[in-house]
């Protein structure tokens, strides 16, 4: 045992409080709670030492046989005082230790012990909140004294062995402690300042690597699950930023710096999707964004790691799954004018090179979506003020920038046409006997089934049907679920991008298709259209079926049987951090001479 929680220590106290002191020490831990009590009333009298001399009798308030027969007396009617009286008492010692702790008064080889009588009971006290029906102000004191003793026992190098043993459970405990502070006002001063220890805590265990699947699991757990993590995260995030009247330090961004290391954490072990959705859906981007235009208006510290960081979880989030839908939020937030804002912030130059991997890399491959292209419109104008030089370390990133931006103008081009109504391709009916094309006077309607077939009248549908349509109508069906996180003018759009790009690249798609026809005309060609390579407005392949997944076989069967009048049409896209294809089948008819001015017909390059 230390010997700051030695009973002798007792007996170095004034003589006015020595002889209590003492007989409380002999009694029992309901007469050393009131003993203590009454002291906390007479708190001006006494110094941090003399406080630091009476440990021995907080050390044995937290017996854990008291946790033991706690239990026990729950059992009876009779016992329930006692247990709350108990209950009360180790809160009373909690928000003393914490006190103490701020103070330094407890010696830094004295956690370890400390933390062994303590994590008993911050567990019971947890377990029995309800049926203590604590008040908001003990609730409070709960909260407090936990994300406290989180941070400060977390970060003792002698005690982190002792956590560690334990983390999952403390994990659980930590996101119960995060869920009431957020509930009961995150701005509240108070509240602040412990939400200041639990991203600390967060941060110190991230960086330690001690997170897993298992741990984090029960934050999760304790969280309330992940919808009410994410939440917990968002509001994290918006309490610590700063207002315009607030005053700014070099430690004003450190929590939210913190939280979102731990959230890149996160990233890393948990499952991507669930967790990045719950945070679209909660608004994390809105307040990233709403933390970016304070970090460019005020001072910043000197750090640039963290500036650096905060620029790198951007680019995370704008790579999470679904992609377009990311890129659009921080679109619509005002990303666009922030990262052109950056460049004439000084302190925003270590995070400079990030945005210019997003502007160069990442915005490219989103641009071939309807909603992205309508979110980047209206920045459309102060990205082509920008000065982009800052932004890249090299002159062929920023002749690369110019290339993207003349892409970006180009599928601008294309979406205007597409709003307007001005661009259209032709589509064909489904059975291999008829690929009649739509026109004016002839309606195409979609199979029932897997929505993706059309046909121009009953009979073609029958006759489809029976040909093969009823085996490939439920693949069909679940391969609608790869793309559903697109919304229908999305698909359509893409579709219309495809057909235009077709078009530009049509007599050299030609030439090869017919170049593996004449050499192997038992062949399956297959068009694939890559839009993952952001160093191309469009790059397209010609191949045979054997190099793709077998996924396709029934599609290749079905284009042979339509005597090239189908071509094996397919798209390669980013979802989330994968590459996919997915297949956009056209027909040869579509081809179809689209309503543009001749202006507009020409190629871009």
């Not at 046989?65 to 026990?72: E, F, L, M, P, V």
């Not at 490219?364 to 992205?372: A, E, G, N, Q, R």
Request: net charge neutral; glycine share 4%.
């Amino acid at each position: 045992m230390h010997r700051v929680f030695k009973l002798s220590n007792l007996a170095k106290l004034p003589f006015s409080i020595r002889a209590g002191a003492l007989t409380a020490a002999s009694g029992s831990s309901d007469e050393r709670f009131k003993f203590l009590s009454r002291c906390a009333e007479q708190t001006i009298q006494l110094t941090t030492q003399q406080w630091t001399l009476m440990l021995p009798l907080f050390f044995s308030i937290l017996d854990p046989d008291i946790i033991q027969s706690a239990g026990d007396q729950l059992e009876t009617e009779s016992g329930q005082g006692d247990v709350y009286q108990s209950l009360l008492a180790a809160l009373s010692t909690f928000n003393t230790l914490s006190h103490l702790i701020s103070y330094e008064a407890i010696p830094q080889r004295a956690l370890p012990e400390l933390w062994a009588r303590l994590f008993p009971w911050m567990e019971f006290l947890d377990a029995y909140e309800d049926f203590a029906e604590l008040s908001s102000t003990w609730l409070n004191i709960k909260a407090h004294s936990y994300a406290h003793f989180l941070r400060v026992f977390g970060s003792n190098t002698e005690n982190k062995p002792a956590i560690r043993s334990s983390l999952s459970r403390v994990a659980f405990v930590a996101g119960r402690t995060w869920s009431h502070l957020i509930e009961t006002s995150p701005r509240g001063s108070q509240n602040l300042d412990a939400l200041f220890h639990l991203s600390q805590w967060l941060y110190i265990w991230a960086a330690d690597d001690a997170w897993d699947f298992a741990i984090a699991e029960d934050l999760v757990a304790g969280a309330g699950g992940m919808s009410a993590l994410a939440t917990l995260i968002v509001s994290h995030v918006r309490a610590f930023l700063p207002t315009p009247a607030s005053p700014r330090d070099r430690h004003t961004f450190d929590p939210i710096f913190d939280i979102l290391i731990f959230v890149g954490t996160l990233y890393e072990i948990l499952p991507n999707f669930p967790l990045s959705r719950a945070l679209l859906n909660r608004g994390i981007v809105t307040a990233l964004m709403d933390a970016f235009r304070a970090l460019l208006d005020g001072t910043l510290h000197d750090d640039k790691g963290d500036v650096a960081g905060f620029a790198n979880f951007i680019q995370v989030q704008l790579s999470s799954y679904p992609r377009h839908k990311w890129t659009g939020k921080f679109l619509q937030a005002g990303l666009i004018p922030a990262i052109c804002a950056s460049a004439a912030t000084p302190h925003m130059e270590p995070a400079l090179l990030t945005f210019g991997i997003i502007l160069n890399e990442l915005l490219p491959l989103m641009t071939i979506y309807h909603s992205v292209l309508s979110d980047l419109r209206p920045a459309f104008e102060s990205l082509s003020r920008l000065d982009a030089s800052p932004f890249f370390a090299e002159q062929k990133d920023l002749e690369h920038w110019n290339f993207v931006f003349k892409m970006i103008e180009y599928r601008l081009s294309i979406h205007q046409l597409y709003t307007d109504g001005n661009l259209n391709f032709c589509l064909a009916c489904g059975n291999v006997k008829c690929a009649a094309p739509k026109s004016t006077t002839l309606k195409l309607r979609r199979c029932g089934g897997c929505s993706f077939s059309l046909y121009c009248s009953k009979e073609c549908q029958v006759q489809d049907w029976r040909f093969g349509h009823r085996h490939a109508c439920a693949l069909l069906s679940t391969r609608r679920h790869d793309y559903s996180h697109l919304s229908d003018k999305d698909r359509s759009f893409l579709r219309h991008l495809i057909f235009e790009d077709g078009r530009a690249w049509h007599d050299e798609v030609s030439h090869h298709r017919q170049e593996i026809v004449l050499k192997l005309p038992a062949a399956i060609p297959y068009i694939l259209f890559d839009y993952t390579d952001q160093n191309s407005y469009r790059t397209y392949k010609v191949g045979l079926l054997d190099e793709l997944d077998s996924g396709f076989d029934d599609d290749a069967v079905r284009a042979i049987c339509r005597s090239g009048r189908v071509q094996f049409q397919l798209v390669r896209v980013w979802q989330g951090n994968q590459a996919v294809t997915w297949l956009f089948p056209m027909n040869s008819v579509s081809m179809c001479v689209s309503r543009r001015t001749a202006s507009q017909r020409e190629r871009v390059d």
